[in-house]
């Protein structure tokens, strides 16, 4: 099953000259929710590969996830470690959806097992996916949350738009 989707996108002056070319690659995630998600954390949300989850882990919106930073595609780790890179995560859990605008910056690394973080911050270590997230763990729609600690599936959809 191919998990990595590079395609790409030309943007054109009004004069139809190519001014700029940007590539596109698209990971998908599947993951499920957990009785203990709480979604609170005001500048981080997290996705892991673990099964268990601690009334605790109040950044964690789903467990027993498919992957872990470490096992995302070299193509698309490669994106993310760019600046300028624009990711765009689509979560969609039980007929809702949420959508998150963050970046990628040169530093990211995604080696972590078994975990996936986006940050409001720039704060960097292997777990962290993006950096600049417009959403958090608190911001994420209520509807959905309810959908995870019924512990329904959710599948993932990284796409990363870089220059």
Known sequence: MLRSIPTGKIYLSRHNQII???MEITEIIHCRGHKNVRALHKSTFEITKETELSPNGDCIIAVDADRGAADLSPAF????????????????????TAIVRSEGCAG?????????????????????VAIYSDHTARQLPRDLIEKLQNEEEMTVTLRAEFP
């Open 77 to 96: 780790r490669d994106a993310l470690s760019r600046d300028g890179t624009i990711l765009t995560t689509t979560l969609s859990c039980g007929g809702v």
């Open 108 to 128: 990211i690394t995604l080696t972590h097992e078994t975990d996936l973080v986006w940050r409001r911050s720039t704060f960097l270590c292997p777990r962290t």
């Open 20 to 22: 700029a070319k940007a």
